[in-house]
């Protein structure tokens, strides 16, 4: 099959896919529920949030939900664009690291022989095995022992190094056969040109899965601004989304964390559509077999 | 005798192949190998593995937490003695939840495969049932997916469960078809956890060269055939990949009810403390562990055919090798015997 550009897809409808459909289908309609719930959710005025039994789909959508989120957030002291700024550094911020760091170590743990490689790669599954919770209060005394506390440090480094991503990232290396790898060092390849000229563009639906991963992570990460900061100003989105819900009495705040989660969902599917594209050109242009 | 030698040259170059120091570009490349992991273990070590071990002793002792600090008593392994005491919930939790793991984590992957191999054809607007497939996994992460479960969205109204599950209890034990009427009940949640998997048997599917199919199907090999010869192999290595993530993703994921026990006990006092959430914690992932490791032992990539007749044909030199050994033993003691009898 020759590379036709952007599109995936066959241009025109065929009678043979009908069975295809008739299987996709459906299951698209599960799919979608969780996303419908979220944006229906938002729009649901009060007497229809509180419904018993609760209703799926909105019958009388209304702003009220977003404008006194608004309202909320005019009354507190930071404002809000402090928190969507901090968000943004800190998810850039971690996103960057935590895939280069990555791709490194999947690169010198599958490739590349030396003493201690099996050693790390099981440290990094037993890691991969631990709850969260547990290493939470330990973590606390690593972050308050560096002096951390209260920069953005402490958001950012926590999720560096995230075991989930290098299992992944470190499988689809494993993928890359030696045989390209030997025929760059015949070529008189360093390692460094190895990485960038080889790996990197071979693992790119890896890295873009990796990193939707780590953006998911650390874009609804509450943990690190409830534990490790205590300045007002440095904390982030989702923990600002969060109280700000929880803040005002119950039955408002329901209303306005259904506006919230639904703001916090938006940069979420942009970033996946965006991920996403690069993943399935990527998949289209890879040269090895 | 021929043998022998053949053995025993072998042994001699196996020395000689341990004496050979590594050489320059050995060298280099295992320079390089820590350089590039380096920042990857920096970052593990301060925030991933001191914790951990912090944990463990944390799990051996009783916390005691003063505004001065925290102060620890030794206890040993009475923490977890104590789990069973205090918390006989935990334990029946943990069982259920080894049986869920268990059952659904090859439903989660099977699925995720099938609609992966459908979304792999050619369809119509394929990108955008990929993009749809995918996004409940961006949704599902905290509140939003409780809510939904307290909206009764995540079982399907048409499949009536009570009903699978008494025809279940007719062929099966009943607890075992009691989990399988829930898998059926949850079916929906387990759809939504399984994009990322869908995502990365999709990957492995695009790189399999479609040449090989060409070659099948002249051969006349059907898509059955082709599925199981074929496909099924190249992929086998992003099959344990998606047994390994979805395991973890279940388990550590904050719906999960015996995280949120662990929480509890951390803050609950002094009868529990954090020292006997570690040891809650240490528990679990030991079990989860032995999981992911009977899962992965059943998987692993087995050996091709002809390694394993070189591996066989070793056996048998080596059995051989053995034998031959024996009986010149037993001619050296013979002819030893002979010796002394004609001396004396």
């Excluded at chain 2, 020292?275 to 914690?281: D, I, K, L």
């Excluded at chain 2, 037993?330 to 002819?335: A, F, I, L, P, V």
Aim: with cysteine.
């Amino acid at each position: 099959m020759a590379y036709k550009g952007n599109r995936i897809g066959p241009e025109k409808f065929e009678k043979g896919q009908i069975k295809m459909m008739v299987a996709v289908l459906p299951l698209v309609l599960f799919m979608l529920l969780p996303i419908i719930f979220i944006i229906c959710h938002a729009f649901k005025p009060m007497d229809e949030l509180f419904a018993c039994p609760p209703e799926f789909f909105v019958h009388r959508p209304t702003m009220d939900n977003f404008t006194s989120l608004m309202k909320a957030s005019r009354t507190s002291n930071i404002p809000i664009s402090r928190y969507v700024f901090n968000s943004l550094v800190i998810t850039i911020a971690t996103v960057i690291m935590s895939v280069v760091f990555s791709t490194m170590a999947a690169f010198s743990l599958s490739k590349l022989k030396y003493k201690g490689r099996d050693m790390l790669m099981q440290v990094n599954q037993i890691a991969l095995m631990f709850v969260p919770v547990a290493v939470m209060i330990p973590r606390y005394m690593v972050v308050t022992y560096l002096h951390l506390t209260d920069t953005y440090w402490a958001h950012i480094l926590p999720i560096v190094a995230y075991p989930v991503a290098l299992f992944l990232i470190k499988q689809f290396v494993d993928t890359v056969p030696n045989a390209l790898i030997e025929a760059a060092y015949m070529d008189g390849a360093t390692e460094m040109k190895i990485y960038t000229h080889v790996i990197l563009p071979l693992i790119k639906p890896a890295i873009a899965t990796g990193g939707i991963m780590i953006f998911q992570q650390i874009w609804v990460n509450m943990e690190t601004s409830n534990y490790y900061v205590n300045d007002e100003s440095l904390k982030n989105l989702a923990f600002y989304m969060n109280t700000i819900a929880n803040l005002n009495n119950t039955v408002a705040g329901q209303g306005m964390a259904a506006a919230a989660s639904l703001i916090m969902f938006v940069p979420q599917l942009i970033v996946f559509i965006v991920l996403q594209n690069s993943v399935m050109n990527t998949m289209a242009t890879s040269g090895i077999k | 005798m021929a043998e022998k030698e053949v053995v025993e040259t072998k042994k001699q170059k196996k020395e000689k192949m341990k004496k050979i120091k590594p050489g320059r570009l050995a060298k280099r490349e295992a320079r390089m190998g820590y350089v590039f992991v380096l920042p990857w273990i920096i970052g593990a070590l301060a925030f991933l593995i001191v914790p951990l071990c912090q944990s463990f002793y944390y799990s051996l002792n009783r916390v005691v937490l003063n505004p001065t600090g925290m102060k620890f008593v030794f206890r040993g392994f009475d923490n977890y003695a104590q789990i069973s005491v205090q918390d006989p919930t935990f334990l029946t939790d943990l069982a259920n939840y080894v049986v869920t793991t268990v059952i659904s984590a090859p439903v989660i992957v099977v699925f995720a495969l099938i609609i992966a191999m459908l979304l792999n054809g050619k369809i119509k607007c394929r990108g955008l049932f990929r993009l749809i497939y995918f996004l409940p996994v961006i949704v599902v992460s905290g509140p939003v997916m409780s809510m939904l479960t307290g909206q009764g969205a995540t079982s399907i109204s048409s499949v009536d469960a009570s009903t699978i599950q008494r025809f279940l209890e007719g062929v099966l034990p009943t607890n075992i078809a009691e989990t399988i009427a829930n898998l059926f009940g949850n079916m929906t949640q387990t759809l939504w956890y399984s994009g990322v998997q869908i995502l990365i048997f999709l990957s492995a599917l695009q790189k399999i060269n479609p040449s090989l199919y060409e070659a099948a199907k002249i051969d006349g090999g059907s898509s059955w055939e082709c599925f199981w010869k074929i496909t099924l192999p190249t992929i086998k290595p992003m099959i344990l990949l998606n047994v390994v993530y979805s395991i973890v993703y279940m388990s550590n994921n904050g719906n999960n009810n015996i995280i949120s026990s662990i929480q509890t006990a951390m803050f609950a006092g002094t009868t529990k403390g954090y020292g006997y959430a570690s040891a809650m914690a240490w528990l679990y992932s030991v079990i989860e562990t032995v999981i992911v490791a009977v899962f992965a032992l059943i998987l692993m990539t087995r050996k091709d055919i002809y390694q394993k007749q070189v591996k066989k044909a070793k056996k048998e030199a080596k059995k051989q090798a053995k034998v031959l050994k024996k009986v010149q033993r037993r001619e050296m003691k013979h002819e030893a015997k002979i010796a002394k009898a004609t001396k004396a």
